[in-house]
C-alpha cells in the first residue's frame, strides 16, 4: 500500500511542477523556476520508489491519467482556461481508465 502512497506524492509533486511551469516565464523567474526543478525531483524520486512493487506500465498510466485530469482542473480554476463538452467528456474517460486499472486489473501488484 506504501507504493501507492509514493505514486500519489509523485503525481502531486508533477502536477504542481507542471503548474508552476507558466510562472517561470521561460524560467526568467528564479522563484517559480526554482519550484519546477523542486517539484520534478520528488515527482522522479517517488515515482522510482513506486516502479519497486507497480509494473512501469501501470504506474505510468495511473501518472499521467491522473496528472492530466488535475493539471487540466488546475488549468481551468487557476488560469481559467476552458473546458467544453469534449474535453469534459475525454477528462471523465481518463479517469474512469485509471478507477478500471486499479480496481479490476491483476496487473497492480495489488489485490
Known amino acids: 500500500m506504501k507504493v501507492w502512497l509514493f505514486l500519489l506524492i509523485a503525481v502531486v509533486?508533477?502536477?504542481?511542477?507542471?503548474?508552476?511551469?507558466?510562472?517561470?516565464?521561460?524560467?526568467?523567474?528564479?522563484?517559480?523556476s526554482i519550484l519546477v526543478v523542486i517539484g520534478y525531483s520528488?515527482?522522479?524520486?517517488?515515482?522510482?520508489?513506486?516502479?519497486?512493487?507497480?509494473?512501469?506500465?501501470?504506474?505510468?498510466?495511473?501518472?499521467?491519467?491522473?496528472?492530466?485530469?488535475?493539471?487540466?482542473l488546475i488549468g481551468w480554476w487557476f488560469f481559467n482556461q476552458a473546458l467544453d463538452a469534449a474535453a469534459l467528456i475525454g477528462i471523465g474517460l481518463?479517469?474512469?481508465?485509471?478507477?478500471?486499472?486499479?480496481?479490476?486489473?491483476n496487473s497492480t501488484g495489488h489485490s
Open 42 to 72: 520528488v515527482a522522479f524520486f517517488f515515482l522510482a520508489l513506486s516502479l519497486k512493487q507497480i509494473p512501469v506500465g501501470i504506474a505510468y498510466a495511473v501518472w499521467a491519467g491522473l496528472g492530466i485530469v488535475l493539471i487540466a
Open 94 to 105: 481518463i479517469l474512469a481508465g485509471v478507477l478500471v486499472i486499479n480496481l479490476f486489473s
Open 13 to 32: 509533486a508533477e502536477v504542481i511542477a507542471t503548474s508552476a511551469l507558466k510562472a517561470t516565464e521561460g524560467f526568467t523567474q528564479w522563484k517559480p
